[in-house]
């Protein structure tokens, strides 16, 4: 469902010289699995992960998701691509910490055509589903852990096919990683989403369908690893 091939993405350093973040042969990730991409600190992950969704455009390749390729697309169109496509989670969530959980699982359907009651109903579904805090006021007031599940449950306000993690586990405790561990993994198994994470968890890791290896921005084969 996912091909991207060729990808070439350089970023510049403070004295304007450019330097090569990605440089990516082929990747692949279905649906129905959870594919890992692992790899140190530095490594390209985070900037892969917005390059595949359009956020960050990329100097060459194809991003072909089903039959379209969002390289070349302008914008806009890849904007509005990404919001009928894509759930997105950040690695620092970029909630906003005035708002109660509920309303920054509302975000994204500011800026959509669909009935706020049905929005408002499926939102409380996945505070239900996430266990997500209903009677916290303000975001701010939350764990990390809690955070990032209003993080994942905002993702999936739309149902969107893809869902996309930037080291959705980082810094939660074992329990509230292992929570959020299974929600991934049954989004992909039950659900038939294509969940591409980006992670050094090993617990993360070790669930995974498919793991890949990002050094240097390049994916190498990962040993031991069925
Ligand atoms: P990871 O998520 O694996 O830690 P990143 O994708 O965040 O890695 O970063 C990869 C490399 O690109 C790092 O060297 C980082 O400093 C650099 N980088 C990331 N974003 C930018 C940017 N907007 N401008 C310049 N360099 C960046
Ligand atoms: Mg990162």
Redesign the pocket.
């Known amino acids: 469902m996912l091909r991207a091939e060729g990808l070439r993405l350089s970023?510049?350093d403070a004295e304007g010289r450019g330097f090569p973040?990605l440089d990516i042969a082929t990747l692949t990730a279905e649906a129905g699995a959870l594919t890992v991409v692992t790899?140190p600190?530095?490594?390209?992950?985070?900037?892969?992960l917005h390059a595949l969704c359009g956020l960050q455009p990329v100097d060459a390749g194809a991003i072909r998701w089903q039959d379209t390729d969002i390289a070349p697309l302008s914008e806009g169109a890849r904007d509005r691509w990404r919001r009928q496509t894509v759930g997105l989670v950040f690695q620092e969530f970029h909630l906003i910490d005035e708002l109660s959980p509920l309303d920054n699982i509302l975000v994204p359907a500011w800026f959509s055509r669909f009935r706020a009651g049905e929005m408002r109903h499926r939102a409380a579904e996945l505070m239900r589903a996430y266990a997500v805090p209903t009677q916290r006021r303000r975001v701010a007031d939350l764990s990390r852990g809690e955070r990032q599940r209003v993080a994942l449950a905002r993702a999936l306000l739309f149902d969107p096919p893809v869902i996309l993690a930037d080291e959705p586990t980082a810094s939660l405790d074992r329990d509230a990683g292992a929570a959020v561990i299974e929600g991934l993994c049954a989004l992909a198994r039950d659900r038939g989403r294509l969940v591409l994470a980006?992670s050094h968890d090993p617990g993360l890791i070790a669930a995974a369908d498919v793991v890949l290896r990002?050094d240097h921005g390049r994916l190498t084969p990962v040993e031991g690893i069925a």
Do not use: D, P
């Open positions: 970023f510049r973040v790899g600190s530095g490594s390209g992950k985070s900037t892969l980006v990002l």
